[in-house]
């Protein structure tokens, strides 16, 4: 069966640390990959994409790789702050569907101060 | 720009009444998808409309029907609602061309009662 998974509901790490969020699926085969953050009650808010033919992406303190060998995705947060802490959710793209995407449950990662 | 607005914020029905839920998109996108985000879960893709018509549809039953009018704003119809209903809806806009990231509401929380 298809199934997307994030490594845990939730990670707590100390601040200025790495955080690293893991992203498995089975059974798809997207053309592309995106990380969201959310905030409680709020809507997602897209942070980085990753296409199949591209191993890592880098924007400012965030970081993704994409194996799809491995059928996964690593996103990383470097120097983290409390203000990084959010829930972020990887999206899968499908191919033929459009901007369509199917989300994992999501990590809700805290960074203590 | 106003980015992806969504009317109501809050809405509290009774089991059995029908509600309509509403977007905007952000200034210049043609696409709209909706998902149903129920607590502790990722985004659940609904449908996408595109050029006025439904273009793709998730594994929702019948009582959740859509519009898109020709300014590209668009409508969540459910009828009949059930308590299992209650959840976030986010409306997304993006552009038809594909690999581009989605623009998420702050989203319509739903309670059914």
């Not at chain 1, 969201?36 to 199949?52: A, S």
């Not at chain 1, 203000?83 to 994992?104: E, K």
């Not at chain 2, 029905?13 to 709209?32: A, E, I, M, N, Y």
């Not at chain 2, 018509?53 to 009828?79: A, I, K, M, T």
């Amino acid at each position: 069966s298809q199934k997307i998974e994030q490594n845990s509901e939730a990670l707590n790490i100390q601040e200025g640390k790495t955080a690293t969020l893991t992203c498995n699926y089975t059974n798809y085969s997207p053309a592309y990959l995106q990380w969201y953050r959310q905030d409680p009650g709020r809507g997602p808010v897209f942070l980085l994409l990753i296409r199949e033919n591209e191993k890592e992406k880098r924007k400012e303190r965030l970081k993704v790789t994409f194996d799809t060998t491995l059928k996964q995705s690593l996103f990383h947060i470097t120097a983290s702050q409390p203000a990084d802490s959010a829930t972020y959710l990887c999206a899968l793209a499908l191919r033929n569907y459009g901007q369509n995407f199917v989300f994992g449950p999501g990590t809700r990662l805290s960074v203590l101060p | 720009d106003a980015g992806v607005t969504q009317s109501p914020t809050h809405l509290i029905k009774t089991r059995g009444q029908q509600v309509t839920l509403r977007c905007s998109p952000k200034s210049g996108h043609d696409t709209v998808s909706w998902y149903q985000q129920a607590l502790g879960q990722g985004p659940q893709f609904i449908f996408q409309y595109y050029e006025e018509e439904e273009r793709q549809r998730g594994n929702f039953p019948d009582r959740f029907s859509g519009h898109q009018f020709p300014n590209y704003s668009s409508e969540l119809n459910v009828n009949a609602l059930l308590l299992g209903d209650s959840a976030l809806y986010l409306c997304a806009s993006s552009l038809s061309s594909e690999n581009t990231e989605a623009f998420f509401g702050q989203g319509t929380r739903l309670t059914v009662v």
